[in-house]
């Protein structure tokens, strides 16, 4: 021990110039092993290494750039293959639009209907507006009469849902159905609505 304290006091308290090497010496390999790791530090105004931030960046953007590259790529070699268009229905008459908005109007009264009064069950969004009319039936929501009327709007319809077009006789008589119907629909809502409230 006593060598250490004469070592230090013979040469590094009266040669500072010893110390300051010592130190620096320490630094630089420090410097050293930094820039091998690929690592970043700042001493006061000296940068070593890559700032994180700027090498985000940089990664980023070579990144982008590569991703372009590949896109530009692609675009030339499939630059000969016709570009892929959605399909598109053919319009439909106002007569076959005006029956399938009011079929779907008139299953999706029936369905509040059921599910209002409590007729939901396991997989009841996915059942079939027939399901739906059944349990209103069997709930006694619908009598006879507004079942059979329902019957008659489908049956009357079903030209009309494949596209066939309807005289204009026949769809004034499936719009006043359809009107007949709907209102006693919204009258069962309403009496419903006030029951649950």
Do not use: C
Request: aromatic share 8%.
């Amino acid at each position: 021990m006593n060598e250490l304290q004469d070592f230090i006091s013979k040469y590094l308290i009266e040669y500072p110039i010893i110390l300051l090497l010592i130190i620096l010496l320490i630094i630089v390999l420090f410097l050293i092993i930094v820039v091998i790791q690929g690592r970043y530090v700042k001493i006061w105004l000296i940068e070593i290494g890559e700032d994180p931030k700027k090498a985000v960046a940089r990664m980023a953007d070579e990144m982008n750039k590569s991703a372009k590259e590949s896109v530009e790529n692609a675009k030339q070699e499939y630059k000969d293959i016709p570009k892929v268009q959605l399909y598109q229905p053919q319009k439909m008459s106002e007569s076959t639009e005006y029956i399938l908005s009011t079929k779907l109007d008139l299953e999706n009264k029936i369905r509040r209907i059921v599910l209002s009064t409590g007729g939901g069950w396991a997989g009841s969004s996915m059942a079939e507006a027939d399901t739906y009319l059944e349990y209103a039936i069997n709930g006694g929501h619908i009598d006879k009469r507004l079942e059979h009327e329902i019957q008659d709007f489908y049956w009357i319809i079903k030209p009309g849902e494949f596209g066939e077009e309807i005289p204009d006789k026949q769809l004034f008589e499936i719009q006043l159905l359809a009107t007949k119907i709907h209102n006693q629909l919204d009258d069962i809502i309403s009496i419903i609505s006030d029951v649950l409230l």
